[in-house]
């Protein structure tokens, strides 16, 4: 009997950072991977968020038998508050990353008919003919997860987002003896992690960081400021551990911070010795070298506690003299610029700022090449499948799975919304269903699309120029001279420039003077106008506005 | 008899990258040092550059002796065409660096009246009371200098853009003896480079990145590309050797990569085997691995030979299967994004590509902190100001200074616009002069200010919505109905957007029926028809389209 064959379709998370999400289909069941969103690239104007493009989801609603979350990174869950209205299906998740995506589903109104499941490490759910267990792995968030799955092809291994840490934080290390078992046994297929496939080596310890901010927080003459991801919440441990040994309090600034602690103690993911939490009313008067604040801001963002307290702009917290900020943290791609404005800043208030470049003051939470190596050592895979990354990631990480011997017709290389077809015998690409970029902008998810970005990137460079024309219906003569506005073209009260613009309007005035208005050729005029002034704008200028001529007939 | 103090004013490069400009003042006489461009910051919508503002010189104008260049880079003589043409003053520099100054101001149409003087190493030249001596120091462009410079108060060194490299490859070291003969005697202030006051250690040679290219190429299947900076001469003749002694031959592509090839061959800079570099046309029907290719584009540039190699949309070179290339270059801050994007695509065309990411392609051409050090230990100043750099490096380097026993209190952090008094004795700020950034935008010099830059950025977020009244002048009744048209703002043809746009215009009607137009009350209805959109939008969409309500009297 010939066995139907099994289907891997990304439609995130290749390609382009972020918005993860992975479909495998098998007869008539489908399982989701991930539902993740992106922060839009630099030429995505005004656009708040990306998330996957889901039509082929769509299409297929009724085989769909569940959302499976590797763990609660933004990037990882992000599109559920968008996705779970249109595909009303179980989300399955481990217990932290479950009240993560309640909060992110609460924050937009989109708790209310979501069916979430939290899952234990190591048990199984039954999804149609897939199994799926979670096992844990190491990375930069608790409770994170790769996933066993079990199909009636043979088992594939999900790596989630990891790394290879013995000594973490919350002592719970990647399963590996579970991997060398499946691998042992014989795996199909292997996805994992490409992120940083770039670095030769090993991600260094969790343990690495503790050291650095025990040794800052014991000998810092006086406060210490910490920021980080608000969801490293080892990191937070670490901090808590240090203050605490050296009799310090720690006071959480910042909503997004001071939520995620309060959840992360409740659920046991987090543990403070008691009395070493401060309310932030108890800062004042309290000696400075007793004193560890730990706020949001890691990525520069702009009403972020961090940047205000850079900008000398926040309600409690001033940079005084003998401060030691820490940004434990790396930059978002995309923050850099954002980031080294609030060092500068921290700098020019007086305080001593260790970041990553200076001091080992943050680790990663993806592998370095030899984890991946590992990975690829013990799992064993008959075929594979480098996810999480640019192309280039994805290249350098088939490069090493060959140069570890499995043969490159066995290593498949996807884009976003590429159909893998696999059987035992081999795998190949069978098409591609639709896939991209989705923007939300506002309220509006998906309406936005090429004409508005193109629009705004115009507006952007050289700004508009409205021309408002008034036409006698009748005669399809000019009332008065032509009206010009413009905006983001000419900085306002330069004489010259009034001057240009008192020409422009002389010369539109007289072009359809000569050529006359019929109100019926508004087409042929628009064009006109428009062609006259970008070439005057452009010689008089070398700027190119978008210009706007308005026909109003009385 | 009491000396008059020497003034120190930067009015470029500190605080922000680029645009480096230092200004020495002494009674009647004032040299410039260097007078570079920046490029626009993702802020600065739709600017070309950034060039110093000069209003103190030209407040000065009949002091100026001269404009000293370091060395040949856009940050430090980009600003040279449109300060030449208001300050007219001898403008010296080496050989190499003249010849680049020159190509630019042709290309501005500003050489014509230039007095450009070429200087050789260790000679003097007189500038009223400052006697200036160039010696040579290794960065990433041959013939850089640092200055010795002679005032009544003593000897100034001011390090140029530097790194140590003792094997460099035009054989040309920084003069360290120079630098240890002058510490020796006495150095009253030193000013140097802390672009990489960061990194721990020394930069590696340029040696490092020969052996790198001259293994690939021997060892590359097929074609070599080879992408650097063009005034990278250096880099451009570590290629050129491989290739000859491997027997490749080299083809250079890309306009302004061609032109500094020329220049440099012609000036005796660059040095090419016979029958080593073949002409584009001859590349058809070479052997894959005879050829090695040079190339503009190691920033992404959208119009760079790369980028259109990687987009497959380059005239004459395709990407191959077997083809390597190199990017011999380090990513400009800002330009990390389209430079990933092109060797994600180079990737994606089937190239091997080696990056700085993956193998040691590039080093540095700023000298890490243990040749600061050095530097600091050679010259034994009694004063320091570290210069070029964000204010974080300045902040490192002058931590590093104090390390080595300079007193804090002799040690000075300079803003862009502080003045600097020094004597002998001591220095202190006592003021600020006019600085900041002066924007360039297709013809305009410091015609675009604050006003079109916040426009710009709010037509960048949410487009624009232009509402047109028409009014009765007699009457002050409103004539028809009121049009809308947006750009930016919704995507045309979405059906539920037209009748939000047409509710709006309904919207627009009732309120104007209700209050009546005035023409003389244009101000209070303009706010009002904005306040009232601004709502309505923002309620409908969460967007803040820019509203600019327009009155057509009849």
Redesign the interface.
């Known amino acids: 009997m010939i066995k139907s064959k099994l289907k891997i379709i990304p439609l995130g998370g290749l ?1 382009e950072i972020g918005k993860n999400m992975m479909v495998m289909e098998y007869e008539n069941d489908i399982i989701i991977i991930d539902a993740g969103l992106m922060f839009p ?2 030429e995505m ?2 656009i708040d968020l990306v998330i996957p493009d889901i039509s082929y989801l769509l299409e297929k609603r009724d085989k769909i038998r569940g959302i499976v979350i590797t763990h609660g990174h933004e990037d990882h869950i992000g599109a559920l508050p968008y996705l779970l209205p249109q595909l009303n299906v179980p989300v399955y998740s481990t217990k932290l990353t479950n009240g993560l995506i309640s909060v992110k589903l609460k924050e937009r109104k989109a708790l209310s008919g979501a069916n979430l499941k939290v899952i234990q490490f190591g048990s199984q759910i039954t999804l149609g003919k897939f199994k799926v267990e979670f096992f844990p792995v190491c990375h930069s968030i608790p409770d994170a997860a790769g996933l066993i799955i079990h199909t009636p092809l043979g088992t594939i291994v999900h790596s989630g987002d990891f790394k290879l840490d013995y000594t973490p934080v919350d002592g719970k290390p990647t399963n590996l003896s579970r991997l060398a078992q499946l691998g042992a046994q014989g795996v199909l297929l292997l996805l994992s992690d490409s992120t940083y496939a ?2 030769p080596g090993y991600t260094p310890s969790e343990r690495v960081v503790g050291e650095t901010l025990d040794r800052v927080i014991a000998n810092a003459p006086g406060r210490v400021i910490v920021t980080t991801f608000s969801s490293l919440v080892s990191r937070i441990q670490q901090v808590i551990d240090a203050a605490a040994k050296h009799q310090r309090h720690v006071f959480i600034v910042g909503r997004s911070m001071t939520d995620i602690v309060r959840m992360t103690l409740e659920l046991g993911y987090l543990k403070a010795p008691d009395g070493v939490l401060g309310r932030i009313e108890e800062l004042k008067g309290m000696p400075h070298n007793k004193v560890v604040l730990i706020t949001t801001g890691s990525q520069g963002e702009p009403t972020s506690a961090l940047v205000r307290i850079a900008n000398r702009d926040h309600r409690q917290v001033h940079i005084i003299h003998g401060d030691t900020v820490i940004l434990s943290a790396t930059a978002v ?2 923050n ?2 954002l980031i ?1 404005r609030t ?3 921290l ?2 208030q007086g305080a001593q ?1 260790l970041y990553d ?2 001091a080992p003051v943050h680790v990663h939470g993806h592998g370095s090449q030899e984890e991946l190596k590992l990975m690829l050592n013990l799992v064993k895979p008959r075929f594979f499948i480098p996810i999480h990354g ?3 990631h994805l ?2 990480h088939a490069k090493l799975a060959q140069s570890l011997g499995i043969p490159k017709g066995n290593i498949f290389l996807l884009e976003d919304g590429d159909i893998l077809e696999l059987s035992p015998q081999g795998g190949r690409k069978t098409g591609k269903v639709s896939s991209g970029n989705v923007y939300v ?4 998810v998906g ?3 090429s ?2 970005l193109r ?3 115009m ?6 120029v ?1 021309v ?1 024309i ?1 036409v006698n219906r009748q005669t399809g003569k000019l ?1 008065g001279r032509p ?1 010009i ?1 413009s ?6 009260g ?1 004489a010259k ?1 009034k001057d240009m613009i008192d020409k422009s309007r002389d010369l539109v005035a007289r072009t359809l003077d000569h050529s006359g208005v019929r109100p019926a050729d508004w087409g042929f005029i628009y064009r006109k106008v428009r062609d006259i002034l970008n070439k005057f704008y452009y010689d ?4 190119r506005p ?1 210009i ?1 001529p ?1 026909m ?1 007939k ?1």
Do not use: H
């Open positions: 390609s690239g630099e104007l005004g770039e670095l791609p995309g850099e610029a080294n060092v500068d800043n700098f020019k700022v470049k200076v640019e192309y280039r290249s350098l902008d506002g309220l509006s309406d936005i699309g004409v508005v629009d705004r990137r507006l952007s460079r050289d700004g508009v409205m408002i008034t009332v009206d506005i905006r983001g073209f000419i900085e306002p330069e420039d008089q200028t070398k700027r978008m706007l308005v109003v009385v």
